[in-house]
């Protein structure tokens, strides 16, 4: 069985920061893409942003230029540094992860943490 386990978020004001962390844990044999999924109130979930074991990342265009994401291959470790934060990126954020898991791909999700930025 494989878990992820997310840390940070909270309230912060408009055009503060907050850091995210998603950490693996399980039977894992490896993991491919690693990301951050939000869902607003009342809006579908969208990809936030993403990073391969390669370190090749992606960013919603929303996002490009204030968010930041990095992992450790070796601790099976994400994080997503959030700066310059708008009302708009108030969602609960999904860490989830392309495990290989005793022979087989899965991928998996954490519990989610809320990030509210206040105004």
């Known amino acids: 069985q494989v878990q992820l386990v997310e840390s940070g978020g909270g309230v912060v004001q408009a055009g503060g920061s907050v850091r995210l962390s998603c950490a693996a844990s399980?039977?894992?044999?490896?993991?491919?893409?690693m990301g951050w999924y939000r869902q607003a109130p009342g809006k579908q979930r969208e990809l936030a942003a993403q990073?391969?074991?390669?370190?090749?990342?992606f960013y919603v265009d929303s996002v490009k230029g204030r968010f930041t994401i990095s992992r450790d291959n070796a601790k099976n470790t994400m994080s997503l540094q959030m700066n310059g934060l708008k009302s708009e990126d108030t969602a609960v954020y999904y860490c989830?992860?392309?495990?290989?898991?005793?022979?087989?791909?899965?991928?998996?999700w954490g519990q989610g943490t809320q990030v509210t930025v206040s105004s």
């Open positions: 989830y992860a392309r495990v290989l898991s005793r022979l087989n791909w899965s991928e998996y």
């Open positions: 990073i391969t074991s390669g370190g090749s990342t």
């Open positions: 399980g039977s894992i044999m490896s993991i491919t893409t």
